[in-house]
């Protein structure tokens, strides 16, 4: 079964607020087995809503609504569903009770204007809200399902979860349907598209849809399956993603869950740490304490991270961590000599097991021919020695300071799994 969903709202259209409803409705739908098929957001106009309603009846066979029931006169979902079912709206007792209730139990006088919360389209199944004065609406007509409910999210979800869900799965029979996504770093998306276009080309035989979802340093690869056998659905997404970790493995840093929050690299990297007890130190040029701040965002992460210095100017390079004179003049700041010292300096200043240095030219200005706005050298160090990596991500400073901050993160977790063999990283 197919679902659509209208957020109805000027404050969306103009960028106001962020339609977290819709996310939240799309996941839960997913987990119950109702396939979305299309998303809208819809203007607080007669005419936009009618045409919203009537397109979506011809895509879905639910329609969820978010929005447009308060009581002032810029709400007015409640009257086009009205006019769309050719109804009238009438005065639902209970919901006059709920909303008289409300009030007094805030002590404050119910108005006019209130009570036109409980005017409801006739005919249409009421549900009760307990968290506020809209009610929900259930509709039913020429096979399709269509619900309306109130847009504060809190009032929203409880709706959804308490009441219109759990009725959905009592009524109809649904498939089930899995997404799991490998999450990977390191490689850009039409590279690693080359590189598993052979696994990719058979996964429809078994009945699975492949994503890509890329974003600054990282390319997620959403497996998509439905069907009516659970197990059997798990299993085999799990075993086509086996296929694809022998084919990427020293991309692949981790998976995230359909539903869960994803898996942030520097979450995945504290971790690890935190199993084998060892800690870090930074010593940051170009991105300015981003990876601090990143690592400093993973709760528990104190543990493992002892601190970092931000030595942006050669001065502050010479005299905090004591890179000589002689390397700037005959390599420059950007250049894996200059990291190296760096790397290994602020492991010896912290005495810290590991240190990770970064120097590049973040841009937009300050490239040039031999060194280009982009080029990036990170080191990553310990008591065993010291590595030096070199990149070159584009000309866009914010892009490149996040990208550099997740690649040495990478990095970092690359070699404490290649130190440390016999870690369990199953679950990271």
């Not at 919203?52 to 009846?57: G, H, K, R, V, Y």
């Not at 699975?208 to 798990?234: F, T």
């Not at 869950?257 to 995945?268: A, H, K, L, Y």
């Not at 914010?398 to 130190?419: E, G, P, Q, V, W």
């Amino acid at each position: 079964m197919k679902a659509e969903i209208l957020t109805i709202g000027d404050e969306i259209l103009i960028g106001q607020i962020v339609n977290t409803n819709a996310v939240w409705i799309a996941q839960e739908l997913n987990r119950l087995g109702i396939q979305v098929a299309h998303m809208a957001s819809v203007s607080d106009s007669e005419s936009a809503i009618l045409e919203a309603l009537m397109a979506a009846s011809k895509r879905a066979q639910f329609i969820f609504i978010t929005g447009g029931l308060g009581p002032t006169k810029d709400d007015i979902t409640k009257k086009v569903l009205a006019d769309f079912f050719k109804t009238k709206l009438v005065i639902d007792e209970t919901v006059l009770a709920d909303v008289t209730n409300f009030f007094a139990t805030r002590n404050k006088t119910v108005t006019e204007i209130n009570k036109n919360q409980a005017l409801v389209p006739e005919g249409c199944k009421v549900i009760r809200n307990l968290n506020g004065t809209a009610p929900a609406m259930w509709f039913e007509e020429n096979g399709c399902i269509f619900v309306s409910m109130p847009g504060v999210p809190y009032e929203m979800k409880s709706l959804m979860t308490n009441d219109i869900l759990p009725f959905i799965k009592q009524r109809f029979k649904l498939p089930f349907i899995y997404h799991k996504t490998v999450l990977t770093q390191g490689i850009g998306e039409s590279y690693l598209a080359e590189k598993i276009e052979h696994w990719e080309d058979q996964l429809s035989k078994n009945g699975i849809k492949l994503a890509y979802l890329p974003q600054p340093g990282i390319v997620r690869l959403r497996l998509s399956s439905q069907g009516e056998d659970e197990n059997k659905i798990k299993q085999t997404v799990e075993l086509e993603i086996l296929k694809l970790n022998e084919l990427v493995s020293e991309y692949v840093f981790g998976y995230e869950e359909f539903g869960e929050e994803t898996p942030s690299i520097q979450s995945i990297v504290v971790d690890l740490m935190l199993k084998i007890n060892k800690t870090v130190s930074l010593a940051e040029s170009c991105t300015g304490g981003h990876v601090a701040a990143l690592l400093t965002s993973v709760p528990g992460v104190s543990s493992v991270f002892a601190g970092g210095l931000v030595p942006y100017s050669n001065n502050a390079k010479q005299n905090l961590l004591n890179v000589p004179t002689e390397i700037f003049e005959q390599y420059g700041a950007v250049s894996k000599e200059c990291v190296l010292v760096m790397a290994c300096n602020a492991l010896e200043k912290f005495k810290t097991d590991y240190s990770i240095s970064i120097s590049g030219v973040a841009g937009p200005s300050g490239g040039t021919p031999e060194k280009p706005v982009g080029l990036v050298w990170i080191a990553i160090a310990s008591k065993s020695g010291a590595e030096a990596f070199s990149f070159q991500f584009g000309d866009n400073r914010s892009r490149n300071i996040s990208m550099t901050a997740t690649t040495a993160l990478s990095l970092l977790r690359k070699r404490l799994i290649f130190d440390h063999p016999s870690i369990d990283i199953k679950s990271s």
